[in-house]
């Protein structure tokens, strides 16, 4: 069975620092990209990361290019998504999905998501 | 980057009915377009992927259609699970962006 199990949200002031994690099992991990998504509290989705299956790629919405870092840990099927200076603006629920390299069905695997909430 | 325009941005409407949803790309992406399902409290699910294709276990009364600019998502015959908000994305370039979503809503 596949999972995809995102962790790591938490209140945090702005300015602040926050790092989450995506921990997936039931499916070959160094096979697959790994992106992270977002959802502002009634808004809608927005892509936020990505890393290839192999590390050697990385993207990122403008939004957050230079302040978040994602990275993967191939030994424990895990990636990692850093965010340092956070804002209001980044409150969101962070979804953590997958694609299959040389696929072209993006987001076939989803988690349920954690809320990081920036406030003082 | 490519503005992805979704239409229209709620709907009402009733069980059994022919719904449809539009997806416009400000640029040509080929068929690199997916569809999307989101109930509240829930994570997103995959309908569709490049532009037509069902994904595995959704009902056949989904269909995707379109290229290029224009794209669409048919509900042959809405049921009472489907109600829920339905998103588009584009993954013909960085930055990937999704449609703004449209809540579709019991009659």
């Known amino acids: 069975e596949v999972q995809v199990v995102e962790s790591g949200g938490d209140l945090v002031q702005p300015g602040g620092s926050l790092r989450l994690s995506c921990a997936t099992s039931?499916?070959?991990?160094?096979?697959?990209?790994i992106y992270w998504v977002r959802q502002a509290p009634g808004e809608g989705l927005q892509w936020v990361a990505t890393i290839k299956e192999d590390g050697s790629e990385t993207y990122y919405v403008d939004s957050v290019r230079g302040r978040f870092a994602i990275s993967r840990d191939d030994a424990q099927n895990s990636v990692h998504l850093q965010m340092n200076s956070l804002t209001a603006e980044d409150t969101a629920v962070y979804y953590c999905?997958?694609?299959?390299?040389?696929?072209?069905?993006?987001?076939?695997?989803w988690g349920q998501g954690t809320l990081v909430t920036v406030s003082s | 980057d490519i503005q992805m325009t979704q239409s229209p941005s709620s709907l009402s409407a009733s069980v059994g009915d022919r719904v449809t949803i539009t997806c416009r790309a400000s640029q040509d992406i080929r068929n690199n377009l997916g569809w999307y399902q989101q109930k509240p409290g829930k994570a997103p699910k995959r309908l569709i992927s490049a532009a037509f294709s069902l994904a595995s276990g959704v009902p056949s009364r989904f269909s995707g259609s379109g290229s290029g600019t224009q794209f669409t998502l048919t509900i042959s015959s809405l049921q009472p699970e489907d109600f829920a908000t339905y998103y588009c994305?584009?993954?013909?370039?960085?930055?990937?962006?999704f449609g703004g979503g449209t809540k579709v809503e019991i009659k």
């Open positions: 999905t997958t694609r299959r390299a040389l696929s072209t069905s993006y987001f076939d695997y």
């Open positions: 039931g499916f070959t991990f160094s096979n697959y990209w």
């Open positions: 994305l584009h993954h013909n370039s960085y930055p990937l962006t």
